[in-house]
Nanobody, 115 residues
Framework: VQFVESGGGLVQPGGSLRLSCAAS????????MGWYRQVPGKEREFVAG???????NYADSVQGRFTISRDNAKNTVYLQMNSLKPEDTAVYHC??????????WGQGTQVTVSH
């Protein structure tokens, strides 16, 4: 199983980014997928999830600003992030929904929101 995240970068507060995560080694279309984020010294936290059927849910902190989507033909899950805030600064990872610390995690993509 492999996840390769991309699309991060430096953006000013109020800006937008679109993250992508390409999955391989799994039957992608049958899995619910999630985006997670982690800052140094803190545990990885859930950001957004999407079921195999396209149902979505979000952490309260990003509700209304972030949108998760998926393209099963490309084995890819996306995270559109709008109205970014400095507190959104983190390394963002994707994985199957509910993945724990012992799961296989990719390198992630760094998102920095700053002037």
């Amino acid at each position: 199983v492999q996840f390769v995240e991309s699309g991060g970068g430096l953006v000013q507060p109020g800006g937008s980014l679109r993250l992508s995560c390409a999955a391989s080694g799994i039957s992608f279309r049958i899995y619910a997928m999630g985006w997670y984020r982690q800052v140094p010294g803190k545990e990885r936290e859930f950001v957004a999830g999407i079921t195999s059927g396209g149902g979505t849910n979000y952490a309260d902190s990003v509700q209304g600003r972030f949108t998760i989507s998926r393209d099963n033909a490309k084995n890819t899950v996306y995270l559109q992030m709008n109205s970014l805030k400095p507190e959104d600064t983190a390394v963002y990872h994707c994985n199957v929904l509910g993945a724990g610390p012992a799961a296989s995690w990719g390198q992630g993509t760094q998102v920095t929101v700053s002037h």
